[in-house]
Every structure is written in C-alpha cells, then in structure tokens.
C-alpha cells in the first residue's frame, strides 16, 4: 500500500548561501516524481532557510523592526521558496500552495506544496499541524545534519549523535521557546505538539537523496528518529 508522506523541507537545501541549487533541485524532482510515479503523495511544507536569516540579519542590524516583523520575513522567504517547488513540480502539484496549516486539503494532484503561515509559527510546526489534520503519523524533516545531537556538536566536542530519542529526551536539547530565525533540528513548538499528538518524527540530511529513498522505501537509512 502507497503512503502519504508529509515532509518538512529547510530552504537552506533549496537555495544556500550562493543562490537557487540546481543540481540538487533536478535529484530531489526526480526523487519525488519517481516516488508519485509509484504511487505515493507528498505534502511538502518549505522552509526559509538561507534566505530567511539573511534578512532577518539584515534588519538586526540596521536596527529596524521587532519580533513579528522579522517573522514576516522568514515567513515570505517560505513562500518565495515554495513558489520555487511548485514551478518545478508544475502539473504534478496542487494549483495553490498552502499557507493555512489547519485547512485541509483535498486535491486529486499527488503533490500539494505548503509554506510559512504567520509569527510564531515555524515551517516545523505547519508540517506537524498538517500531518495531524491529514492522518500522518510522520514527518520527515530534511535538513543539513546526518543526525540530531544531544548538544551543538560545534560547540562540544563530547555532543553524542541521537539515533533514536524519545520526545522528552529530545525537547531536552531544543528546549520550550521559538524566536525568529532559531536554527534547531527541529523547531521546540512543534516538538511539543508533535509530541501532545504521539507523532514520530524523522531527522534527516537532506543532501543525502539516497537515503532519504531508503527511508520512504522503509529500509535502513541514516538519520535520527524521535518518538
């Protein structure tokens, strides 16, 4: 049986600090249109990445703005990297990209593209929301890490990678409280409701497309697993 996979995509993957990839960008399409060929559905909610602290950073320094106005521009940098996906999914993907996560969506298109809804919420959170209203108990969250750690494996040589955690381990490290920009394996909002709703989520390196193909094939794959 064909699944729905609900998946958390950081902008970083889509547009690093050098502009738009390319090349990951035409694996990561043939990925996905290989998996919808089979049969499957993706709700691929898009995350600001690069492009979102950058401007965000600006407006630090300049002085300029508060909490909820450098939201909003993480929030439209989700939106530009989601209208990015849906040009390159084109007639595989639901004419709308999402931006309410709580609507549900019912769409004969395999595809349906998801982005930032309003302050306070992270792109992590809209994907836990949007698993819950759609009767997946998963999300997969691609990021730039092989692995979540117990602590910032920059900062701490002794940090111990998470094969598997449960959620109070993992709220542990990530902690209560979201703010702008915050650059965590998974964002401490939607821990906390992922873990109220017993979600499981996967913690995986983006780059790695092979195995993020060994994790939707259910096989043995690189990563961290929270639960």
Not at 19 to 37: E, M, N, S, T, Y
Not at 73 to 96: C, P, W, Y
């Amino acid at each position: 049986m064909r699944k729905t996979y609900v998946l958390s995509v950081g902008g970083s993957l889509i547009v690093p600090a050098g502009g738009p990839d390319v090349v990951w960008l035409k694996r990561f399409r043939a990925l996905i249109l290989g998996q919808v060929k089979a049969g499957d559905k993706f709700f691929l909610v898009i995350g600001g990445g690069t492009t979102a602290r950058l401007y965000q950073r600006a407006a630090i320094i300049v002085g300029a703005g508060g909490k909820a106005e450098r939201d909003w521009l993480g929030i439209s940098a989700t939106r530009l990297n989601a209208q990015m996906m849906k040009t390159i999914f084109s007639d595989k993907v639901h004419a709308e990209v999402i931006i309410n996560p709580n609507r549900k969506v019912k769409t004969p298109k395999p595809l349906v593209l998801a982005a930032g809804y309003k302050p306070g919420w992270s792109t992590d959170y809209d994907a836990v929301l949007i698993a819950k209203n759609h009767g997946a108990d998963t999300v997969i969250n691609l990021s730039n890490i092989d692995y979540a750690y117990d602590k910032d494996p920059k900062k701490f040589k002794d940090a111990k990678k998470l094969v598997k955690a449960t959620w109070p381990e993992f709220r542990k490290v990530v902690g209560f409280k979201w703010r702008p920009g915050l650059n965590l394996p998974f964002d401490p909002i939607a821990s906390g409701e992922a873990a109220k709703h017993k979600m499981r989520v996967i913690i995986l390196n983006g780059r790695n497309l092979k195995n993020l193909r060994a994790c939707l094939l259910g096989k043995k794959f690189r990563g961290t697993t929270i639960a």
